[in-house]
């Protein structure tokens, strides 16, 4: 019975492996070679416009990195930065799930506000930080109203201290209707070997 149920359970995570597709991934962790960079515009899948924002992690202010590198939206000149994604394509009327982690500046002083946009859909959203705010997961379901896409990362303030970002991503869910499916066949064979 253990043998069958670490077999489902390798099944299933298969299955989940297989049906969240990603549109768009980046942890920011092969930026710079892995080193810490002020006022970073390098990055291979985003622009940065409107102000600075800076890598931070690898070699130094590893407290500030989440999993080796993250993104201080507010860089050290003073102006806080806007990150905007590459361009990918997306399915109209596809639904996806756009995730990223976030934390306060870690560094005191006044709180953080930013902006999130994903271009595609009608989805956008203001974030307000205090200083000492610890990593969490932001998750947002959103539907796509077009073919083309972009994320957005617009940074208030100005003080060289920001908001936190990290593992940003766009995937399509798996369907729950297939895992329920499979989970079903992976029953009834249970069952029947049982029976036997």
Known sequence: MKK???MMSAILLFSTSIFA???FLDDF???NNGSTALNYVGFSQWTVDQGSV????GNQYTNLA???MSVDLDGSTRNAGRMTSIQFNVMNGQKYTFSFDIAGNQRGGNDDTFD??????NYSETFTLAP?????????EVTASGNTAQIVFNHSGGDNVGALLDNVSLVVPEPSSLLLFGAGILGLGMYRRMKK
């Open 4 to 6: 069958i149920f670490v």
């Open 21 to 23: 597709m990603p549109v």
């Open 29 to 31: 962790n092969n930026e």
């Open 54 to 57: 800076d890598l931070v992690g």
């Open 66 to 68: 989440l999993d080796g």
């Open 116 to 121: 999130v946009l994903v271009s595609f859909s």
């Open 132 to 140: 000492n705010v610890a990593w969490s997961t932001i998750t947002r």
